[in-house]
């Protein structure tokens, strides 16, 4: 399984997982849905979702009422700052396990480094 960090420019990475016979994550939005991927959709089982457009929504709105001191320090799991996709059905089976991890990261009891 390989999962890359190349965005919108990873085309190639799943072409050659393809070609492989084996999965992918993909990153930065659901790339099961992206239209210049539908000819290997088929192996990306989930992607790694930066929710730019709660950030950028948010901020909107807190210009807007004035107070942008209200905005998270991070736009992290507790405010939907970032995710995962389920497209295609490939990880539905362990999708309660994962929004467990997920409830444990909020609430602290799963610390999560910020430095690799």
Avoid: C, W
């Avoid at 000819?39 to 950028?56: C, H, P, W, Y």
Wanted: hydrophobic fraction near 40%; charge should be negative; glycine fraction near 10%.
């Amino acid at each position: 399984m390989i999962h890359h960090a190349a965005g919108g420019s990873g085309q190639g990475v799943f072409q050659a997982v393809k070609a492989a016979n084996k999965l992918a994550i993909g990153v930065d939005g659901d790339q099961y849905n992206s239209p210049q991927l539908q000819e290997v959709k088929d192996v990306i089982i989930t992607s790694m979702l930066k929710r730019v457009d709660v950030a950028v929504f948010d901020y909107i709105n807190a210009v807007a009422a004035n107070n942008v001191a209200s905005l998270p320090k991070a736009f992290d799991l507790k405010v939907d700052g970032v995710g995962y996709s389920t497209s295609g059905g490939r990880i539905d089976d362990i999708t309660p396990d994962l929004d467990a991890y997920k409830s444990a990261i909020i609430s602290g009891q799963i610390s999560v480094s910020a430095t690799p």
